[in-house]
C-alpha cells in the first residue's frame, strides 16, 4: 500500500470485535492480520503471513521476550513449589482482614517493584492471588491492580526498564543531548498525566471512593457468591495445552510445602531486583544471575532434588506458552499494521488539529489510539517521535509536554489494550482470564484518558 487510507482501520477493529466475540485473543489477532493481507495483496496472503511471521520469530525483541517471559515462570514455579510463595501468604494474611487491605498490598507491593513492568506484573500477581482469593476479591480486580502498577509506575521511575529504553530514543532522534537522556526524561514525569491518574484512580477504587461498576461489578459480585477462582483461571480458553500448563501450575502449587520458609520468597526477589539494577536495567541479565544464585540456594537447603528443579522450571516455562503466544500473535499483527500504513494514517489525518495549543492533546489521543489498536507501546513510540517531536518543534509546542503526552499514550496502550504484553502477564500472573481482564479494567482506564485529555488541553 503506497498511500495510507482508512482501509487500515479495517484490521484492528476486526481484532478487538473478535476479541470481545470470541474472548480468544491468539485467533482474533491471527484473523486481524489476515484481514490486512487481504486488503494488501489477495493474492498472496500466505506467502506474505509466512515471511511476516518468520521475521517477527527472528527478531531479537521477540527472542528476547520468550526468554524473559519463560525464565519468569520458571522462577515464579521455584517460588510456589518451595514453599515460599506460600510463605508470603500466611506472613501478607497477618496484616490482610479484608478485600481492602489485600488489594493495598498489591498495590504497594507493585509500587516497591518498580523496576519492570514484566518483572512487576508476574511477581505481584502470582504473590498475592492466594491473600485476595481468601477475601473473596475477583481475580479480575486483583489483574486491574497488578496492571495499573505496571506500566504507569514503571513510566513514572526514572530508574526502571521503560526510562532507560524512551531516554535512549530521545538521544537518537536528537531530543536529548548524549549522556542527558535521564535528565530530559525526568523534565517530563510531572506531565505523564496518565500515570499519575491511573495510580490515582486504582487507590480510589481500592479504597471505596470510586465504585465498582460495569464488568468488574459483576467479576466481584460472582467472587463474592463463591466462584471458584480455577474458572477464572484459563488465559486465552483455547488448546489444550495451555490447560495443562494452568493445571501444571496448580498442582505445583499443591504439592507445595506448608512449611515453606519467608525467605525462600524474599531472597530471590531482592536478588532480581538487585541483579537487575546493578546490570544496568538489564531484566535478562537479572534473571539469570538470579537463577544461578537461587538454584543452588534451594539446593544447600535440600528442598528438592536438582532434577526435580529443572522439572518445575520446565512447567512453569510451559505455563507463560500462552502469555508468549499472545504477544507474539500481536507483533505480527503489528508488522500487518505497519505495511497498511495505519500510523501514517492516524497522524496525517490528526496533523490538521496539531496547533501548539491543541498539540499535546492531540497526540495522546492519536498514540493512544495507535497504541490501543496494535499492543505496541514501545513501538508506537518508536516510529512516532521522529514526527512529532519536529512537528512540536515547528509549532512551538513545550517538549517536556509533548514528551509527557507520547509517554501518557504509550502507558494507556500498554494497560488497556486487550493484547498488549503488560495486560496479557498481568492476568497471567493474576490467573485471571485476558479477555476478562481487559473488558473489567477498560471503562476505569478510559475515565482516566479522558481526563488525561483535558488536562493536556488545559496545560499547553
Not at 486488503?39 to 506467502?47: G, I, R, S
Not at 530521545?170 to 491511573?198: C, F, H, K, R, T
Amino acid at each position: 500500500m503506497s498511500e495510507p487510507t482508512a482501509l487500515s482501520l479495517i484490521p484492528p477493529v476486526v481484532v478487538l470485535v473478535l476479541a470481545i466475540w470470541l474472548r480468544r485473543p491468539i485467533l482474533s489477532l491471527i484473523v486481524g492480520a489476515i484481514s490486512g493481507l487481504l486488503l494488501l495483496n489477495p493474492m498472496e496472503v500466505l506467502p506474505n503471513f509466512a515471511a511476516i511471521s518468520l521475521s517477527v520469530m527472528a527478531d531479537e525483541t521477540i527472542g528476547w521476550l520468550i526468554l524473559v517471559c519463560g525464565s519468569f515462570g520458571a522462577l515464579i514455579a521455584l517460588l510456589v513449589r518451595t514453599g515460599g510463595s506460600m510463605a508470603f501468604g500466611r506472613h501478607a494474611l497477618k496484616f490482610a482482614k479484608g478485600p481492602r487491605s489485600s488489594l493495598f498490598m498489591s498495590f504497594v507491593l507493585g509500587v516497591i517493584i518498580f523496576i519492570d513492568d514484566y518483572l512487576n506484573a508476574l511477581t505481584v500477581g502470582s504473590t498475592m492471588q492466594r491473600v485476595t482469593d481468601k477475601f473473596k476479591v475477583s481475580r479480575e480486580m486483583l489483574a486491574y491492580v497488578v496492571d495499573s502498577t505496571a506500566a504507569p509506575i514503571c513510566v513514572l521511575v526514572p530508574l526502571s526498564t521503560w526510562a532507560v529504553f524512551f531516554g535512549g530514543l530521545l538521544v537518537d532522534n536528537g531530543i536529548a543531548p548524549e549522556g542527558q537522556a535521564i535528565a530530559v526524561y525526568m523534565q517530563a514525569i510531572p506531565y505523564m498525566l496518565y500515570a499519575w491518574l491511573s495510580v490515582a484512580m486504582v487507590i480510589l477504587v481500592i479504597v471505596g471512593i470510586v465504585p465498582v461498576f460495569g464488568p468488574m461489578k459483576k467479576a466481584e459480585l460472582a467472587a463474592k457468591h463463591g466462584e471458584p477462582a480455577l474458572k477464572q483461571v484459563n488465559l486465552d480458553e483455547v488448546q489444550t495445552s495451555d490447560e495443562y500448563a494452568v493445571k501444571a501450575a496448580e498442582d505445583s502449587f499443591e504439592q507445595a510445602d506448608n512449611s515453606g520458609k519467608l525467605h525462600n520468597f524474599f531472597v530471590p526477589i531482592f536478588l532480581l531486583v538487585g541483579f537487575t539494577i546493578y546490570f544496568d536495567i538489564d531484566i535478562w541479565y537479572g534473571l539469570l544471575a538470579t537463577l544461578a544464585v537461587t538454584l543452588p540456594y534451594y539446593a544447600v537447603q535440600r528442598l528438592m532434588p536438582l532434577s526435580e528443579m529443572m522439572e518445575q522450571m520446565i512447567d512453569g516455562f510451559k505455563s507463560m506458552l500462552p502469555a508468549i503466544g499472545t504477544v507474539i500473535a500481536a507483533f505480527i499483527f503489528k508488522d500487518v499494521c505497519d505495511k497498511l500504513l495505519l500510523p501514517q494514517f492516524v497522524i496525517e489525518s490528526l496533523s490538521p488539529y496539531m496547533t501548539a495549543q491543541f498539540l499535546p492533546a492531540v497526540v495522546f489521543v492519536a498514540m493512544a489510539g495507535l497504541a490501543f489498536a496494535t499492543g505496541s507501546s514501545w513501538g508506537i513510540f518508536a516510529v512516532s517521535i521522529p514526527i512529532v517531536m519536529p512537528l512540536a518543534h515547528a509549532v512551538g509546542a513545550d517538549t517536556p509536554l509533548v514528551i509527557g503526552a507520547l509517554l501518557s499514550a504509550s502507558s494507556f496502550g500498554s494497560q488497556a489494550c486487550f493484547y498488549s504484553d503488560s495486560t496479557v502477564l498481568a492476568a497471567q500472573g493474576s490467573g485471571c482470564n485476558l479477555v476478562s481482564h481487559a473488558v473489567t479494567q477498560l471503562p476505569y482506564a478510559l475515565i482516566a484518558a479522558a481526563i488525561t485529555f483535558v488536562g493536556f488541553v488545559l496545560l499547553a
